[in-house]
């Protein structure tokens, strides 16, 4: 595979971006599903289990057996994604902390789907075309900061309603909303 430093070296983004992605996968291998695990570590409230990622990517992978993984995030994301890039497999992908921020983006043009907690990649995958699944906590609900004007967004609220604290776990979002959600947009 390409090193993010020489797919992102010459050409445009969004070639370089195509170029990066075919050494992930293969014509053929779909949906690339990018996820965003976590967000700022002040805001980790608004964080999805790890467990619960994991699980809905098993179910991603039952249902389209050729399904691609990319893993983004920051440099403080990396253990955590390495972790689920190990329980998903040769299929994921783990580039946190590799990329520059515009070439995280042109990546995300890319995606068959994209799956997110509310934090500033899902804010900036908000202004792309590809679908997207947008996890939301109830102390900073879609109602109050989600997209606007998007077509192809499926918002996930968290069950219990706005406004709650901060302390509500995220886990409470079970596995299944967000599934139903992903069936959906790729459908």
């Not at 890039?85 to 983006?105: C, D, H, K």
């Not at 995958?125 to 699944?133: G, K, N």
């Amino acid at each position: 595979m390409l090193s993010a430093s020489q797919a992102f070296r010459t050409g445009t983004l969004q070639a370089s971006a195509r170029r990066f992605l075919g050494a992930i996968a293969r014509p053929g291998e779909a949906p690339l599903v990018g996820l965003q695990i976590a967000g700022f570590h002040a805001t980790s409230y608004r964080d999805w289990p790890l467990g619960h990622f994991a699980a809905l990517c098993s179910r991603i992978a039952a249902r389209w057996p050729k399904a691609r993984f990319l893993l983004f995030g920051g440099e403080a994301e990396r253990d955590r994604t390495a972790e689920l890039a190990q329980r998903i497999g040769p299929r994921a992908a783990n580039i946190a902390g590799r990329l520059r921020l515009r070439e995280s983006a042109a990546l995300m043009g890319e995606l068959d789907l994209y799956i997110g907690v509310d934090t500033g990649p899902t804010h900036i995958m908000s202004a792309l075309d590809a679908p997207m699944v947008a996890l939301y906590h109830c102390h900073s609900s879609s109602q109050a900061i989600g997209p606007l004007e998007r077509p192809r967004c499926y918002v996930v609220d968290h069950p219990r309603p706005a406004p709650c604290g901060p302390e509500v776990p995220m886990d409470e979002l079970g596995v299944e909303a967000v599934w139903a959600k992903v069936v959906e947009a790729l459908q």
